[in-house]
C-alpha cells in the first residue's frame, strides 16, 4: 500500500499465504540494504541483507530482491505465519569508505498482519 | 541473556527535567548509537559513538546530549525535557568492519 502523511502502509494477509512487503530507497550510493522486523515493545531484529551488487538473496522463509535501476527492495515471506506479524522497516547503508560503513538510514516501515 | 540493554525500559517525565537514558552491551563492539523513533516514521539517529573518545551529531541531536563512559556503555541525556521529545529510544551497536547493527529494547519516554 502507499503511505499518507503519518500513516504506516499496512498489509494483511491469511496464514499461509506469501507475503510482498515493499520499500523504495533514495540512496543511490548505498552499499547494504537490511531488512528489520520489529514486534511490539521491542527493538528492530534482523532479517536479511544483500548488497548493492547483488539483485536477490534467499534466507529461510524470506527472499530479498533488489532493483537499482528503479531503486526498489521486496522482502518476500513465504508461508506467512501468525508470528510474523511486526512492523518491517527496509534500511540502506552507505560504504563510508575501505572497510567502513556510513550511518543507517531507515524507511518509514510497513505493518503486517497475519490473521489465522 | 540480552546483549544490549536499555534502562529504564519506561519513564514518565515533566516538561523541563534532566533525564539520562542508559545503555549497554556485551557484545564487545567499539560502535554505539542512540534513535528515535516516533509514531508513523523511521528510527532517526541522534548520535553515535565509534569509540570512547569519538563522539557524532546524527541528524536529529538538538535537546540530545551523549556520553561514552566505557566501551561497553552509551548515555542519552535530555538536558531539559520537552513534550515533542516523547518517542521511543533505541540504543544500537556495530562492530568494526560489519554492517549489521544489532538494537536494544528501547525506551519509552513520555514527557508531559
Known amino acids: 500500500g502507499e503511505s499518507v502523511g503519518l500513516h504506516l502502509p499496512t498489509l494483511s494477509v491469511q496464514e499461509g499465504d506469501n507475503s510482498i512487503i515493499n520499500c523504495a530507497y533514495s540512496?543511490?550510493?548505498?552499499?547494504?540494504f537490511i531488512w528489520y522486523k520489529q514486534e511490539s515493545g521491542k527493538g528492530p531484529q534482523f532479517i536479511i541483507d544483500?548488497?548493492?551488487?547483488?539483485d536477490k538473496r534467499q534466507g529461510q522463509r524470506v527472499t530479498v530482491l533488489l532493483n537499482k535501476t528503479v531503486k526498489h527492495l521486496s522482502l518476500q515471506i513465504a508461508a506467512t505465519q501468525p508470528g510474523d506479524s511486526a512492523v518491517y522497516f527496509c534500511?540502506?547503508?552507505?560504504?563510508?569508505?575501505?572497510?567502513?560503513?556510513?550511518?543507517?538510514?531507515f524507511g518509514q516501515g510497513t505493518i503486517l498482519t497475519v490473521h489465522p | 541473556d540480552a546483549d544490549v540493554t536499555q534502562t529504564p525500559r519506561n519513564r514518565i517525565t515533566k516538561t523541563g527535567k534532566r533525564i539520562m537514558l542508559e545503555c549497554s552491551q556485551t557484545?564487545?563492539?567499539?560502535?554505539m548509537y542512540w534513535y528515535r523513533q516516533d509514531p508513523g516514521l523511521g528510527l532517526r539517529l541522534i548520535y553515535y559513538?565509534?569509540?570512547?573518545?569519538?563522539?557524532n551529531k546524527g541528524e536529529i541531536s538538538d535537546g540530545y546530549s551523549v556520553s561514552r563512559q566505557a566501551q561497553a556503555k552509551f548515555s542519552l541525556s535530555l538536558e531539559s525535557a520537552i513534550p515533542n521529545q516523547t518517542a521511543l529510544y533505541f540504543c544500537?551497536?556495530?562492530?568494526?568492519?560489519?554492517?549489521?547493527?544489532?538494537f536494544g529494547p528501547g525506551t519509552r519516554l513520555t514527557v508531559l
Open positions: 544500537a551497536t556495530r562492530r568494526q568492519g560489519g554492517h549489521e547493527q544489532f
Open positions: 540512496n543511490s550510493a548505498s552499499d547494504y
Open positions: 544483500i548488497r548493492s551488487n547483488m
Open positions: 534500511a540502506e547503508i552507505e560504504r563510508a569508505g575501505g572497510t567502513s560503513y556510513g550511518k543507517l538510514t
Open positions: 557484545k564487545g563492539h567499539d560502535r
Open positions: 559513538s565509534f569509540d570512547v573518545k569519538d563522539i
